[in-house]
């Protein structure tokens, strides 16, 4: 087990613990304060009242489901104190609701003023132990860090003098900060991607700094690229961004702007809750729609021969490989002389191909690529990765789609539609990147409405 799944699991004892203890003092409190517990001693109103003990055990699950959904726990290396206290507080709000509605809100007390009292005692009862906990740890933390030298094990990987300025400009002016990184080698860049994998493997590393490669912006990026699918941070200077990306997004790390170009521009809970959005939804379209597909299934059988489905390799998150599931819209020889994208009027298209790319209905069983977590609802469309080198060729920057899950549909889709050649696949790169940069619930939404009206209205190709 690494240090980092050893902490997400100190963190999440605590919580368990800490909830647990806090219910019982609430329990102890409540059961002062209700008028009908006076004939009943407070061991057994609370181990022999099945509505109390119940709640007992259930609510630390409750608060525990609650810190992960706000992303308490992805990445607990470098907690702060501002961290668990705002946390703690904001989800103790959340608990408190819960337990009013459904364990409280029946509760006979004379007076008014009784109620709130209560409620403010259970929200106090539910954030002070886990806060305090967390606090412990978290100090405990970082005590580490500043005797170890820095959060993430990292490498530079430039040439000597550039690596040796970068280092001195990631040491802290105030002593009291803990250094976001303790440098522990430099790697030339005139290393291959591969043998720069195989040192992030062999010492371990949890982050990577990637200076500009003098002259060579294209250079730069192929360093970058292959990077991303080992899961680390991959942090690059703020040139270096801009000089790929001609956009600017700064993220000041231990005093020095660093980019982390490995991750995209979300917070934690966003991603977490739109993670579950996409799990409970697509599960409901497999299970709601299994007539459609079987309906579609033999229409696209007794149109021509082949199989009913069409798998594709295509590049994901991190630029890692996995297997896109379609109906099959094309005949099985629509790639005997190699790649080719499709085109209006394109002869390769079956009858029955035609019907379901003009409504997106093709697209359908990518649900279960949804489900798996190799996609999500709302992201950069994937392409293969023949498509994904020339792209890059041309703009450099095209691997930032690569930050996060791609999509069954996009952005990008919802306003340019299929691209039939390169050129309108870069046309259409900026809509990408733009999502990219405005993450959340609500634009998400928009492109899911905007994308229904184009599968109503078959302006699909």
Not at 24 to 51: G, K, M, Q
Not at 219 to 237: A, C, E, M, S, W
Not at 339 to 356: A, K, N, Q, Y
Not at 383 to 399: A, D, F
């Amino acid at each position: 087990m690494g240090i980092t799944a050893r902490l997400r699991s100190i963190y999440a004892a605590n919580d368990i613990l800490m909830s647990l203890a806090g219910m019982l003092a609430f329990d102890v409190v409540r059961w002062l304060y209700l008028p009908s517990t006076r004939s009943v001693t407070l061991y057994d109103w609370i181990f022999h009242n099945p509505h109390v003990w119940r709640a007992l055990i259930a609510m630390p699950i409750v608060m525990v489901s609650f810190f992960v959904l706000s992303g308490y726990y992805n990445d607990v290396s470098a907690k702060s104190r501002l961290d668990d206290l705002r946390n703690s507080a904001v989800t103790a709000v959340f608990g408190t609701f819960v337990v009013y509605f459904a364990a409280m809100i029946d509760d006979y007390l004379p007076h008014r003023i009784h109620n709130y009292e209560l409620i403010a005692v259970l929200w106090l009862c539910l954030f002070a132990p886990v806060y305090t906990g967390r606090a412990i740890i978290t100090a405990i933390r970082r005590r580490h860090l500043r005797r170890r030298g820095g959060l993430y094990r990292c490498v530079i990987v430039g040439n000597k003098t550039d690596a040796a300025r970068m280092q001195r400009r990631l040491v802290p002016d105030n002593s009291r900060l803990i250094p976001m990184f303790e440098v522990v080698g430099r790697i030339s860049p005139t290393e291959s991607p591969a043998d720069i994998g195989k040192a992030i493997e062999r010492m371990q590393l949890q982050a990577i700094i990637v200076m500009p490669v003098p002259g060579s912006v294209q250079h730069t990026v192929d360093l970058i690229g292959p990077l991303l699918r080992y899961g680390i941070n991959v942090y690059v200077p703020l040139e270096v961004y801009n000089l790929i990306t001609s956009r600017t997004r700064i993220s000041d790390v231990a005093s020095e702007p660093l980019i982390d170009i490995s991750r995209a521009n979300i917070p934690a809970s966003t991603a977490n809750i739109k993670r579950l959005s996409d799990i409970i939804i697509s599960a409901i379209a497999l299970v709601v729609l299994a007539p459609v597909y079987a309906a579609i299934a033999v229409a696209v059988k007794l149109d021509s021969q082949g199989p009913v489905f069409y798998t594709q390799q295509r590049v994901g998150r991190f630029k890692r490989p996995f297997h896109i599931i379609k109906f099959r819209t094309m005949t099985t020889d629509a790639e005997a002389d190699g790649p080719r994208l499709s085109s209006p009027g394109d002869t390769r298209i079956t009858r029955t191909g035609r019907f379901l790319r003009k409504y997106r209905l093709d697209e359908l069983p990518q649900f279960l690529n949804v489900l798996r977590g190799d996609m999500s609802l709302v992201g950069p469309r994937p392409e293969r990765e023949y498509y994904v080198n020339r792209i890059i060729e041309k703009v450099p920057y095209y691997s930032l789609v690569h930050q996060v899950r791609p999509g069954i549909t996009s952005w990008g889709m919802v306003k340019y539609g299929y691209a039939s050649d390169i050129d309108q696949m870069i046309e259409r790169l900026p809509y990408d990147l733009l999502y990219l940069e405005n993450i959340s619930f609500g634009v998400d939404i928009k492109i899911l409405f905007h994308t229904f009206a184009t599968v109503m209205t078959g302006k699909g190709l």
